[in-house]
């Protein structure tokens, strides 16, 4: 992780030489990181790679060697981002002692945490993740799968715990969740800094405390 960056650029560097794993894996956060931090300042199409290189203290040549094109680049960024998120809620499910809406609970209060430390990655998200055609819309398709599953896995624990209303259509109540978290999130961020993050953690939690029948 420590490992300094490659520089050699795409016309130069023999395929033996590409990023070891570790220092790929440097690399994606440092750029995850720089990246976010312009997009919430312009947008995506506002930012250039040479400035995402340069804000990552990374040569453009590593970049376009590793990544491509903006487009991938963005892609793979989303990636990176959502697989933080999703290793942060899957935290919260190891523990089959607990109870499943505690770890519910816990498991919104990581997406809370996730939201406040990359507030630029939820915009992005909320941004292009609804506009349509987008460019990203495929891994937005596939990313988007993967967050509800994860909260789907969740739900079926507490189901299999409490007796919930049947009526509510599974689909829907992941996308409920899952759409809180960023809009909540995002809310918090952008419009009431004073909010904190247990209330709202609990805003969302009303809305499985809702699925479980009294």
Same mark, same amino acid.
């Given at each position: 992780?420590?490992?300094? @960056?490659?520089?050699? +650029? ?17 690399? *994606?956060? &440092?750029?995850? #990181? ?7 300042? *312009?947008?995506?199409? +506002? ?18 060697? %590793? ?34 809406? @505690? ?19 939820? *915009?992005?998200? @909320?941004?292009?993740?609804?506009? !349509? ?16 599953? @994860? !909260?789907?896995?969740?739900?079926? &624990? ?7 209303? #049947? ?9 409920? !969740?899952? +759409?809180?978290?960023?809009?909540? +999130? ?5 419009? %009431? ?15 499985? *405390? ?5």
């Amino acid at each position: 992780m420590g490992h300094s @960056v490659g520089t050699a +650029g795409p016309e130069r560097a023999p395929a033996d030489k590409k990023l070891r794993p570790e220092r790929t894996n440097a690399t *994606r956060q &440092k750029l995850f #990181e720089a990246s976010m931090d312009l997009i919430g300042e *312009r947008g995506a199409a +506002g930012v250039t790679m040479d400035e995402i290189a340069a804000a990552a203290g990374v040569s453009k040549g590593t970049v376009y060697y %590793n990544f491509g094109s903006k487009s991938d680049l963005i892609a793979q960024l989303l990636r990176h981002g959502v697989d933080i998120l999703k290793v942060r809620l899957l935290t919260e499910q190891g523990d089959a002692a607990a109870d499943p809406l @505690v770890s519910m609970e816990a498991m919104i209060g990581q997406a809370m945490d996730f939201m406040a430390e990359y507030p630029s990655f939820a *915009r992005l998200w @909320v941004s292009e993740n609804w506009r !349509i055609p987008s460019e990203w819309q495929d891994t937005f398709a596939v990313l988007r799968a993967e967050l509800l599953a @994860v !909260i789907g896995s969740a739900i079926d &624990k507490v189901a299999a715990a409490y007796p919930v209303d #049947e009526g509510i259509p599974r689909g829907s109540l992941e996308t409920a !969740i899952f +759409g809180a978290c960023f809009v909540v +999130g995002l809310d918090r961020q952008t419009y %009431n800094p004073e909010r904190t993050r247990d209330q709202s953690v609990a805003a969302i939690m009303a809305i499985m *405390r809702g699925y479980v029948v009294k």
